[in-house]
């Protein structure tokens, strides 16, 4: 259990930590879209080699398949539902649309690091969607020796540029800095409770129920990366961030070879 512990806050630290520069700290849009680009790429090979094709071959194609679409399915409804609560706090803020926009207009110039919409209640939605499903099976993957080093790798390279470029945009839009930082050491909290049940309670589940966590964790972090990170990545860094997307992805295949 003690492993669990350590391995939960190892993976989760990158989420507070991301947060505490995000909140802190102005970079270029550049930098911010190189490292969400990064973070996808290794988010790329983790839904690939440790999700899907795990839940293929513990639970068969067709729990692979509901699983992943499931997840794909609950992603954008979420977003979608946290872009709606921004969009009223901004609106409360602001007395009228026609202010908010003109004032996320005047954020979005004046600040380097501010990223548009919601992007940073969908990235925190993102972390926790497809975070859980992944941190139970690191946990359950520190109970079959085979170490979950990998893993827990391509989790903290996902999760420290999501929590920083999240929390820029919610600092771009007038959230406080404690605010911030709450809800992203709140997500980090489930994410070592989720280490800690996958490596006790699950450690001895079928091979077919651990199946579906898997394939949901797979269509979440497809439908983030399609719905959210990418395009944002894109939006900001142009072309170039394709090489911080291959960068991710080889040295997390890379580790996944280990």
Known sequence: MGEAIVFGVIAS???VLGALVGARVQFPKRVLAAML???????????????????????????AVVGLAVGA??????????????????????G????????????????????????????????????????????VSLTEGSGGIALLAAIFAANFPE??????????????NAFILGIWTICAVLLVFAVVIGAGPLSSSTPETLSLPLAFAAGAV??????????EAYEHGGP????STAAGFGLSFFLATL
């Open 13 to 15: 630290s990158a989420l």
């Open 37 to 63: 680009a990064f973070a996808a790429g290794a988010l790329i090979t983790a839904l690939t080699f440790e999700m899907f094709e795990d839940s293929y071959e513990q639970g068969g194609i067709w729990r």
């Open 73 to 94: 399915v609950v992603f954008p409804l979420v977003s979608m539902g946290l872009d709606r609560m921004a969009e009223g706090h901004r609106k409360d803020d602001h």
């Open 96 to 139: 009228s649309e026609k202010l908010d926009t003109d004032a996320a207009a005047r954020d979005a110039a004046a600040s380097p690091a501010s990223v548009s919409g919601a992007a940073g209640l969908a990235l925190l939605a993102a972390a926790t969607l497809d975070g859980i499903p992944e941190n139970l099976v690191l946990g």
């Open 163 to 176: 929590a920083l470029v999240g929390s820029a945009s919610l600092r771009a839009q007038g959230r406080s």
């Open 222 to 231: 497809l439908a983030a990366l399609a719905d959210t990170i990418m395009p």
């Open 240 to 243: 170039t961030v394709a090489l």
